[in-house]
């Protein structure tokens, strides 16, 4: 009698267990069904980016390698698809830095021109620093487009994008990028992969987070100590 009562216990439990999960896999696949006709209403076109000349200086033989390097594609990048509308909320906008510079000045990675020339290369001191731009208000932002320094076919270290609400970066952080795998910037370790950043620049996929400041971080690259930076454009819509 006992056995049977307690098989009866566990049949009831089992069901019911049954029934939650059933109750639970059809909230999920409302939720689920409202975020994909969310994305679905937001429509699409091509990023057109203003690019600047391919550097004259060519591309070394010996390219670093690894399989924590992306390998320098030959090709055109493929079409970037953005959320129709995206314009770029960066141009004039504020610059601050965590070190001064030694050539150039902050406004230049807001000012549009990004040439593969010594002009148009802000140059900072080694180690992990950051450059911040102030967008002014809120914004979805949908797309972050950088421009380190293209005058050279490198690899740029540690680039982690980081955005917040907070100009001091202390609360509220959210990490859009990171390929500094082996932590030594300190912010964590990163997923994504060093890439080469050609006159194309690099396409961040911010996936609309919101938020008012974009930090941009850096530790020198795979041909010197020194952090440069030429431009970066950030692509949003007005938040809601
Ligand atoms: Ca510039
Ligand atoms: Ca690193």
């Known amino acids: 009698m006992k056995g049977q009562k307690q098989y009866r216990c566990t049949m009831t439990s089992l069901a019911a267990s049954w029934s939650i999960a059933v109750h639970l896999s059809l909230v999920l696949g409302v939720l689920l069904s409202r975020d ?3 994305a679905a209403q937001l429509e699409t076109e091509p990023l057109i980016l203003k690019l600047p000349a391919p550097t004259l200086k060519g591309t070394p033989e010996d390219l670093p390698e690894g399989p924590g390097i992306e390998p320098l594609s030959g090709k055109p990048r493929p ?33 549009g021109l990004k040439e593969a020339y010594d002009r148009d290369v802000l140059e900072m001191k080694r180690g992990t620093q950051w450059v911040q731009i102030d967008l002014g208000r809120v914004c979805a932002v949908q797309a972050i ?14 680039v982690v994008i980081q955005m917040s609400n907070d100009p001091e970066f202390k609360e509220a952080v959210i990490t859009i990028f990171n390929n500094d795998q082996d932590n030594s910037s300190g912010l964590g370790e990163g ?20 938020g008012r400041y974009i930090r941009c971080h850096g530790r020198g690259s795979s041909l010197g100590a020194l952090n440069c930076w030429q431009e970066i454009e950030v692509y949003a819509l007005p938040a809601d």
């Open 36 to 38: 994909m006709s969310v």
């Open 145 to 158: 487009v950088l421009w380190h320094d293209h005058r050279y076919i490198q690899v740029r270290h540690d």
């Open 79 to 111: 079409v970037y698809l953005i959320a129709k509308g995206s314009k770029n909320v960066a141009v004039g906008k504020l610059v601050t830095a965590s070190s001064t510079s030694f050539t150039g000045n902050l406004a230049q990675l807001t000012d």
């Open 191 to 210: 997923a994504e992969r060093e890439y080469f950043e050609t006159s194309e620049g690099k396409i961040v996929n911010a996936k609309g987070v919101a």
